[in-house]
């Protein structure tokens, strides 16, 4: 676990239960966060400590997770960030899932790497987590 | 063509072939003429008073229309219902004109009559039309009501499953803190689960509307007053505009009070939420005689087209927890639409929101039961 313990992950959810929540999984399993409430908040923390994963809602108030993800996709300097949409909404929601659809050729910004359904499921999340990690092959941030 | 032949082939044509049914009837009542179309529609004439023949009736209508240009001279036009000769029933539009003799005294009168019986059956089978819609788009609000109540328990789920794991491991790190935390989080979410199935409940349970003639504009009146002290204690102003040539319409009091105080509340919120020092919210109402709309407007934090487009879908909230279930816009979404209307809304991030109820007034509710004491059932 010791080159997991290097990771930073960031949360976004305006539920801060569902942050404490995520927070604790994550550092249990030797991660390290960050963490927004809303997205108009989310943009500096992200520029600024540069996670090695995303972990966005979508409904939010104000400005939606879909319209934070549009932003860091086409940000060159955000944009290999691998995202995970946790979303109470399911991936095949009609909604949510024809607004990613629609995103891909309307804005020119790829589908984000992956989804989970809240509520979720430790293991699942965590083995997501894992291979979006490993995915991205960002070689950790070993010894930071 | 003689001078006679012309004059015998207008009486031919003209008198006989228009697509109008023509009687020529005198001072005592009685038919004297009539073409071929109207013997055609309304059977034997000859010898017979107009109400017999128009309406089967055996004494005059109480609203003659005849008798009115027998008395001054002028041309009317008035619509009338009348019966066939196979006793079917007719709708008609009917011209009245004098004609005079030589001296000008009024001796006859002549009816020209426009069938428009189809014109009453289309306007019957658009008003059916008009129900099965509202129906249909009852039934897709339920439909997207049970969509939303699975976003709305997942989350709470999501609390609940947070809370437990929270409070497991803080027991078995012997961390007083993460156990404090976890036993809060499974607190809130349960009081939050409460809280949403008993509005759901009430909201399943729905209730009967008891439709009466209201004034919209008092409704606005009263909900402002109910917000205004509350509102003002946080900064927000909220102003009453009420539209001068709005009348009294028939309506579910209760279920507009309660769309009118769930408009206002999140625009009260809306305010509070945003950056700037104060708030303004603005209930007015218009009528432009077709419709009447009731429109809240707020300069709070807008929304933007993900949030927009999913408020009403689901029991959706971007309130801090225990705030909203999520209900209120889909209650008002339901109540408005039981009136025949629909929601507008019209949002900014940043800079605000208008919600608007909009109810065409040829379809809102018919008075239900008795007019008065019955309010509150």
């Given at each position: 676990m010791a080159e997991e313990r290097s990771y930073l992950i960031m949360l976004v959810d305006d539920e801060p239960d569902i942050i404490t929540y995520l927070a604790m999984i994550l550092e249990d399993a030797g991660y390290s966060t960050v963490f927004a409430s809303d997205t108009e908040s989310a943009l500096p923390v992200l520029r600024k400590s540069k996670p090695d994963l995303l972990c966005l809602d979508i409904m939010?108030?104000?400005?939606s997770g879909i319209s934070m993800y549009t932003e860091i996709k086409k940000d060159p300097e955000l944009k290999d960030i691998p995202v995970l949409i946790v979303s109470a909404f399911s991936r095949l929601d009609d909604f949510v899932g024809e607004r990613f659809k629609r995103i891909?050729?309307?804005?020119?910004v790829p589908q984000p790497e992956a989804f989970i359904e809240k509520p979720i499921r430790v293991e699942t999340f965590l083995e997501m987590v894992k291979s979006l990690l490993s995915g991205s092959n960002a070689g950790g941030k070993a010894g930071t | 063509m003689t001078p006679g032949s012309i004059q015998e082939w207008i009486h031919e044509k003209l008198f006989h072939q228009v697509p109008v049914d023509i009687a020529v009837i005198d001072r005592k009542y009685r038919i004297v003429e009539a073409n071929r179309n109207f013997r055609q529609r309304y059977g034997e004439w000859r010898g017979k008073h107009c109400y017999e023949v128009?309406?089967?009736?055996?004494s005059r209508c109480a609203r003659c229309v005849a008798a009115k240009t027998f008395e001054d001279g002028g041309v009317r036009v008035n619509e009338e219902q009348g019966i066939d000769k196979q006793g079917s029933k007719t709708h008609y539009m009917v011209h009245l004109a004098p004609l005079r003799d030589d001296s000008g005294g009024i001796r006859f009168v002549i009816e020209m009559s426009t069938d428009v019986t189809r014109v009453h059956e289309l306007q019957e089978q658009l008003r059916v039309t008009e129900v099965e819609k509202i129906e249909a788009e009852r039934l897709a609000a339920v439909g997207q009501t049970v969509a939303g109540l699975a976003h709305g328990v997942k989350n709470i789920l999501m609390g609940l499953e947070g809370g437990m794991y929270v409070l497991k491991s803080g027991i078995s790190r012997q961390d007083g803190n993460r156990i404090a935390r976890g036993w809060e989080m499974l607190e809130g979410n349960m009081e939050r689960i409460s809280k949403f199935v008993r509005e759901f409940l009430d909201f399943a349970r729905g209730s009967e509307p008891s439709v009466s003639m209201a004034d919209p504009n008092e409704l606005v009146r009263q909900v402002v007053d109910l917000y205004k002290e509350a509102a003002a204690k946080d900064n927000v102003e909220i102003v009453a505009r009420p539209g001068s040539n709005v009348q009294p319409v028939p309506m579910d009091v209760d279920g507009i009070h309660t769309c009118l105080a769930n408009l206002v509340s999140n625009a009260v919120d809306a305010c509070m939420v945003s950056n700037k020092k104060t708030g303004k919210v603005v209930v007015k109402t218009t009528d432009d005689g077709d419709q009447l709309v009731f429109e809240v407007t707020d300069d709070g934090v807008g929304m933007d087209y993900d949030v927009k487009k999913k408020i009403f879908t689901s029991f959706f909230s971007t309130k801090a927890v225990g705030k909203g279930t999520g209900l209120g816009l889909l209650v008002t979404k339901r109540i408005t639409m039981s009136h025949g209307g629909r929601v507008e809304i019209l949002s900014e991030q940043g800079k605000g929101s208008t919600f608007r109820l909009i109810f065409p007034k040829k379809r809102l509710p018919k008075v239900t039961g008795g007019q008065e004491g019955d309010g509150n059932t």
């Amino acid at each position: 676990m010791a080159e997991e313990r290097s990771y930073l992950i960031m949360l976004v959810d305006d539920e801060p239960d569902i942050i404490t929540y995520l927070a604790m999984i994550l550092e249990d399993a030797g991660y390290s966060t960050v963490f927004a409430s809303d997205t108009e908040s989310a943009l500096p923390v992200l520029r600024k400590s540069k996670p090695d994963l995303l972990c966005l809602d979508i409904m939010m108030p104000r400005r939606s997770g879909i319209s934070m993800y549009t932003e860091i996709k086409k940000d060159p300097e955000l944009k290999d960030i691998p995202v995970l949409i946790v979303s109470a909404f399911s991936r095949l929601d009609d909604f949510v899932g024809e607004r990613f659809k629609r995103i891909v050729p309307e804005q020119g910004v790829p589908q984000p790497e992956a989804f989970i359904e809240k509520p979720i499921r430790v293991e699942t999340f965590l083995e997501m987590v894992k291979s979006l990690l490993s995915g991205s092959n960002a070689g950790g941030k070993a010894g930071t | 063509m003689t001078p006679g032949s012309i004059q015998e082939w207008i009486h031919e044509k003209l008198f006989h072939q228009v697509p109008v049914d023509i009687a020529v009837i005198d001072r005592k009542y009685r038919i004297v003429e009539a073409n071929r179309n109207f013997r055609q529609r309304y059977g034997e004439w000859r010898g017979k008073h107009c109400y017999e023949v128009y309406k089967a009736r055996d004494s005059r209508c109480a609203r003659c229309v005849a008798a009115k240009t027998f008395e001054d001279g002028g041309v009317r036009v008035n619509e009338e219902q009348g019966i066939d000769k196979q006793g079917s029933k007719t709708h008609y539009m009917v011209h009245l004109a004098p004609l005079r003799d030589d001296s000008g005294g009024i001796r006859f009168v002549i009816e020209m009559s426009t069938d428009v019986t189809r014109v009453h059956e289309l306007q019957e089978q658009l008003r059916v039309t008009e129900v099965e819609k509202i129906e249909a788009e009852r039934l897709a609000a339920v439909g997207q009501t049970v969509a939303g109540l699975a976003h709305g328990v997942k989350n709470i789920l999501m609390g609940l499953e947070g809370g437990m794991y929270v409070l497991k491991s803080g027991i078995s790190r012997q961390d007083g803190n993460r156990i404090a935390r976890g036993w809060e989080m499974l607190e809130g979410n349960m009081e939050r689960i409460s809280k949403f199935v008993r509005e759901f409940l009430d909201f399943a349970r729905g209730s009967e509307p008891s439709v009466s003639m209201a004034d919209p504009n008092e409704l606005v009146r009263q909900v402002v007053d109910l917000y205004k002290e509350a509102a003002a204690k946080d900064n927000v102003e909220i102003v009453a505009r009420p539209g001068s040539n709005v009348q009294p319409v028939p309506m579910d009091v209760d279920g507009i009070h309660t769309c009118l105080a769930n408009l206002v509340s999140n625009a009260v919120d809306a305010c509070m939420v945003s950056n700037k020092k104060t708030g303004k919210v603005v209930v007015k109402t218009t009528d432009d005689g077709d419709q009447l709309v009731f429109e809240v407007t707020d300069d709070g934090v807008g929304m933007d087209y993900d949030v927009k487009k999913k408020i009403f879908t689901s029991f959706f909230s971007t309130k801090a927890v225990g705030k909203g279930t999520g209900l209120g816009l889909l209650v008002t979404k339901r109540i408005t639409m039981s009136h025949g209307g629909r929601v507008e809304i019209l949002s900014e991030q940043g800079k605000g929101s208008t919600f608007r109820l909009i109810f065409p007034k040829k379809r809102l509710p018919k008075v239900t039961g008795g007019q008065e004491g019955d309010g509150n059932t």
